[in-house]
């Protein structure tokens, strides 16, 4: 686990940018936090980091949008999902089960019994000191995404 702080949108940009540089595929990456936490904000910008050229919007409304990047990115939101029927609707297990390219949730919380064994966790927490300042947790659920989140650690403290 680690942290790491932004006081403005645009750190939270370059933040984002650093984690797009060292992600792997197969990566289930999952973002906490509340409403306008940064979360959708944080995808954009590492979506762009993966070449993605077009637009990055949170799929609150349509739940899945399919970005085409140096990989493809598969962005959930599950804001508005109401029963684990409707996520096996839109084939959130067969993409995150197994996953091939990028998969990056909103809300995981939402669905804690659904998420898969492995993957990035992502918490964000306005920390109070401005109304624009930031805490990230960085952390690890299962085995195989351990030593990424300590190699990131190391490329994140001294590139920030
Ligand atoms: P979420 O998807 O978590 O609901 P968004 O990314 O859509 O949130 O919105 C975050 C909002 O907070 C944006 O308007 C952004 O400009 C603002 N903001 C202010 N400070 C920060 C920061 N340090 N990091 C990220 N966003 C910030
Ligand atoms: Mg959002």
New binding site residues.
């Given amino acids: 686990m680690f942290t790491c702080m932004?006081?403005?949108?645009e750190?939270?940009v370059h933040l984002a940018e650093l984690v797009g540089q060292k992600i792997r595929e197969g990566t289930v990456l999952c973002l906490e936090?509340?409403?306008?936490?940064?979360?959708?904000?944080?995808v954009q910008s590492l979506a762009h980091t993966l070449g993605v050229e077009g637009e990055v919007t949170?799929p609150t409304f349509n739940l899945m949008n399919v970005y085409e990047g140096i990989c493809r990115i598969y962005h959930f939101d599950l804001y508005r999902l109401e029963t684990e029927e409707e996520l096996e609707d839109i084939g959130f297990y067969e993409y995150t089960e197994e996953p091939e390219g990028i998969v990056v949730i909103?809300w995981p919380d939402k669905f804690p019994e659904s998420l898969p064994e492995d993957y990035v966790k992502i918490s964000?927490e306005r920390t109070g000191e401005t109304?624009?300042?930031?805490r990230f947790m960085f952390s690890s659920a299962g085995e195989k995404n351990q030593e990424f989140i300590k190699e990131l650690e190391t490329f994140v403290h001294t590139s920030h």
């Fill in positions: 932004t006081s403005s949108p750190e939270t936090g509340d409403l306008g936490a940064g979360k959708t904000l944080f949170s909103e964000i109304e624009n300042s930031r």
